[in-house]
């Protein structure tokens, strides 16, 4: 059974930090693209950060500079570090497991951020 565990949400001042984490079991981690979406309440949901299973990290224009994705192919965890945040930033947080070409593609329950100003 594939199971995605985030933890870390909160509540946070505009300018502070958040770590959000995921822990995955089940998988097979070292093999997938890991990955965090986020959704605000009446927009779509949209992609954040995704690191490969080498380490290689891609983030959306609006978190760069801000957020670091990392990953622990040992501990099967991968990090959002989240700095300077913006009331924007305010979302659920999804982690997601995926292995490109295969019907590995696997979604957390998600993790509430609230930045207020």
């Known amino acids: 059974q594939v199971q995605l565990v985030e933890s870390g949400g909160g509540l946070v001042q505009a300018g502070g930090s958040l770590r959000l984490s995921c822990a995955a079991s089940g998988i097979t981690f070292s093999l997938y693209v890991m990955a965090w979406f986020r959704q605000a309440p009446g927009k779509q949901r949209e992609l954040v950060a995704t690191i490969t299973s080498a380490g290689s990290t891609n983030y959306a224009d609006s978190v760069k500079g801000r957020f670091t994705i990392s990953r622990d192919n040992v501990k099967n965890t991968v990090l959002l570090q989240m700095n300077n945040l913006k009331p924007e930033d305010t979302a659920g947080y999804y982690c997601?497991?995926?292995?490109?070409?295969?019907?590995?593609?696997?979604w957390g329950q998600g993790t509430q951020v609230t930045v207020s100003s």
């Open positions: 997601r497991a995926y292995r490109p070409r295969t019907a590995g593609n696997y």
